[in-house]
């Protein structure tokens, strides 16, 4: 303990390493702020609502998508089945690009279901285009995605979403479930990182 602490309660203490490594530190600009994202998934909801007259089965693609879909399907009044499914895309020099895994458990029933895949950006489309694809393979009613960002310019023939939250410009952006190196999910703006978040990684793929 250092000495001027000695006789300080435990919590009147302000330069705790908890308080230093906040990970509010490492963000350079906030993009979308909590209040704006707030009311546009309500929009979301309200989009969505009126496209379903029955039941909807909600598919969340994991990690992402956590916080998103959390806010959203509360703001859904309609009957829900909520499932998750696993997707990473890997990219960058140690695996083949565009390699795309989607663990979509087989005992999810979306035969005859109208299903909507829940996914926090869509960037170059693939992992919604290859979700999409497994989805379609399972005969459902209807396949529809909806994005919390989707980022443009967009290639040539990337797969659109039917609910897009935000347009956001080509940049890595993280918060709201959306993270880099597994942190900065817990952010509650979508926000941009410090450029030396990204120097300590070399190799590293923001
Ligand atoms: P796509 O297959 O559309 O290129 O990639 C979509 C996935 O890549 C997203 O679900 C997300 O996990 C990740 N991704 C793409 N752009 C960003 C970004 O700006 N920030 C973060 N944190 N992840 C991103
Ligand atoms: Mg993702």
């Not at 598919?59 to 998103?68: A, D, P």
């Not at 952010?187 to 793929?205: Q, S």
């Amino acid at each position: 303990m250092r000495p001027d602490m000695d006789s300080r309660p435990e919590h009147h203490n302000t330069s705790s390493p908890a308080q230093a490594h906040h990970c509010r530190h490492d963000v350079d600009r906030v993009l979308v702020d909590r209040r704006r994202i707030a009311r546009r998934v309500q929009e979301l909801a309200d989009d969505i609502r009126r496209c379903y007259d029955g039941e909807l089965t909600i598919l969340g693609v994991l990690t992402g998508s956590l916080v998103f879909l959390a806010d959203l399907v509360r703001q859904l009044p309609m009957r829900l089945r909520i499932y998750t499914v696993a997707a990473s895309s890997y990219a960058g020099n140690t695996t083949r690009p565009g390699e795309l895994r989607t663990h979509l458990d087989e005992t999810i029933e979306l035969a005859g279901r109208d299903v909507l895949i829940v996914d926090d950006i869509l960037d170059s489309g693939q992992t919604l285009a290859a979700l999409t694809a497994a989805v379609r393979a399972r005969n459902p009613q209807s396949v529809r995605v909806c994005v919390l960002l989707r980022k443009e310019p967009a290639s040539p023939g990337r797969l659109e979403a039917e609910f897009v939250g935000f347009t956001v410009e080509p940049e890595f952006v993280v918060g709201y479930g959306l993270d880099y190196n597994d942190l900065y999910r817990n952010l509650p703006d979508v926000c941009t990182l410090r450029p030396e978040v990204f120097a300590h990684d070399e190799g590293a793929t923001p």
